[in-house]
């Protein structure tokens, strides 16, 4: 596996391999690489000849008083397990690559509308910190297929949203979110979790597995469905942030004529803030 931290070495290779006719993938990531993340490298394998990964702990995706000094660096772990799944090129470009002037007066990208609620709401300016650095990570690889999980689908969706806008020649592909043995979605800040947080933040799947259920029996008052997962994660001990019933496509709140939805979840326990969602189809004969 090579590393590269500059831009200039990062197109050089890139521009070998697509001299040679072979495709590439680019799975973004902030680091500190768990299973799931290898499971995206995993799927990319599959989509492209070539697999970039890049990590990046992006200053602009963090809002006032998140995690940003503390989250964890692990390179050189995350180097050895990307290199047990052939990857064939690490990319980790500094903040001084990244953003060459102070990166509060670099040119941003807003994706309006779908930046703006649930997740954009709790965190204002985070998917403008997203959609900025997956924008430039995309133009410095100039990938054919990005990789992104759907843990974070609202994220996914913002990132469509930008290269349909944009018209990137670049395919999104989105991967099913991984799960422990106990259904908690895998996330680098399940490590925040002590061990009665750890034992409670099942509640978050488990709220949106029994919203699924009702929405599949025929309930469609979706806000009274919404509230009924507040007051469940309530229960489990979560601080709740946000529960909606959204379609899938574009995130609007659910009505009883939409068939393809969405259940978005959020909320804290201790200093980790978790989230999840689980997708449902309803109302479509057999």
Known sequence: MQTVESLLDLRNAVHTWKQAG????LVPTLGNL???????????????????????VNPLQFGLGEDFNSYPR????????????????????GVAVMYPRDAQ???????????????GESRPGHFEGVATVVCKLLNQVQPDIG????????????IERLVADLDMPVKIAGVETVREHDGLAMSSRNRYLDDQQ?????????????????CKKGHQDYRALESEGIKILEQAGFRPDYVVICRKNDLEP??????????LGAGY???????????VTVGIPA
């Open 22 to 25: 072979e495709s590439v993938a």
């Open 34 to 56: 768990h299973e799931a993340h290898l499971q995206l490298v995993d799927f990319a394998r599959t989509r492209a000849d070539r697999v970039v990964v890049s990590i990046f």
């Open 74 to 93: 692990t390179e050189t772990e995350d180097a050895r397990l990307l290199a047990t799944r052939e990857t064939d090129l690490l990319y980790l470009p």
């Open 105 to 119: 007066s670099m040119t941003r990208v807003v994706v309006p509308g779908l930046s703006d609620r649930y997740c």
């Open 147 to 158: 990789v992104f999980g759907k843990k974070d689908y609202q994220q996914l969706l913002v």
């Open 198 to 214: 750890r034992s409670q933040a099942t509640g978050l799947s488990k709220m949106l597995g029994t919203l699924a259920q009702s």
């Open 254 to 263: 659910a009505t009883g004529n939409d068939h393809d939805l969405v259940i």
């Open 269 to 279: 326990l201790g200093k980790a803030r978790l989230i999840d969602n689980i997708s």
